[in-house]
Nanobody, 125 residues
Framework: QVQLVESGGGLVQAGDSLRLSCAAL????????MGWFRQAPGKEREFVAT????????YYDDSVKGRFTISGDKAKDTVWLQMNSLEPEDTAVYYC??????????????????WGQGTQVTVSS
C-alpha cells in the first residue's frame, strides 16, 4: 500500500502563489505517473496536472496552463505543484494521485491507484 501525504494548502488572495507538495511514504514503489486533481464544493473532481515519470512529460488542464507548474523528484517519490496567479476559481481541495501502471491518458482519475487525503486551497478575491 502506498500512502501519499500532501501539504502546502492555505488561504491566499487572488494573484498570490502557493506550492503544494506530495510525498509517497513508501520508497521504491515506482510510480508511472503522479498528478494533481481538485474538487470544488458541489463539483466533480477534475484533472489539474500530471507528470509522467518515465519521460518527464507533463500535461495540464487548460484552466491552469501558464499559471501552474508540476515537477517531481524521482529519488524522493515527491511531486510539487507550483501555483501562480491564483484566482478565486482555483478554490478547491487539491488531491495528489499516483499510479503504478502505464496509461494512454493520465488526465483521467480512474487511471490512478493511490490518492492523498487532500489539502484545501482557498483564494479570496
Amino acid at each position: 500500500q502506498v500512502q501519499l501525504v500532501e501539504s502546502g494548502g492555505g488561504l491566499v488572495q487572488a494573484g498570490d502563489s502557493l506550492r503544494l507538495s506530495c510525498a509517497a511514504l513508501k520508497r521504491t514503489y515506482g510510480p508511472k505517473a503522479m498528478g494533481w486533481f481538485r474538487q470544488a464544493p458541489g463539483k466533480e473532481r477534475e484533472f489539474v496536472a500530471t507528470l509522467r515519470w518515465h519521460d518527464d512529460d507533463t500535461y495540464y488542464d487548460d484552466s491552469v496552463k501558464g499559471r501552474f507548474t508540476i515537477s517531481g523528484d524521482k529519488a524522493k517519490d515527491t511531486v510539487w505543484l507550483q501555483m501562480n496567479s491564483l484566482e478565486p476559481e482555483d478554490t478547491a481541495v487539491y488531491y495528489c494521485a499516483a499510479t503504478l501502471y502505464y496509461s494512454t491518458d493520465y488526465t483521467q482519475s480512474e487511471n490512478y491507484d493511490y490518492w492523498g487525503q487532500g489539502t484545501q486551497v482557498t483564494v479570496s478575491s
